[in-house]
């Protein structure tokens, strides 16, 4: 059996379905159960991947509104 592990400490196998509570934001789980809801069947590892895809997407989102330090130097001076 081969484990994987995820960011958060998750670990798991292609076997098992992550719970997506336990990663995802409010709007996060909107838009997972969302797109899972319009599909009659979800394998395991796309139910996984889609999980992880949000993921990625919200913490990049975040990231892309902190200001770098570069833009206070412009500011003042």
Known sequence: ?????LEEGIVSNETHRFDPT???SKEGL??????VSKY????TKEW???IK??????LN???SFIPS?????????
């Not at 330090?69 to 001076?77: A, D, E, G, M, Q």
Request: charged residues 25%; hydrophobic residues 40%.
């Open 1 to 5: 059996m081969s484990f994987k592990s």
């Open 61 to 63: 989102f975040e990231q």
């Open 69 to 77: 330090k570069n833009t206070y130097k412009c500011i003042l001076n």
């Open 48 to 50: 996984n991947d889609l």
């Open 22 to 24: 336990v990663t995802l």
């Open 40 to 43: 009659d069947n979800v394998t």
């Open 53 to 58: 895809y949000i993921r990625f997407l919200s």
């Open 30 to 35: 909107e838009i997972f159960y969302d797109i």
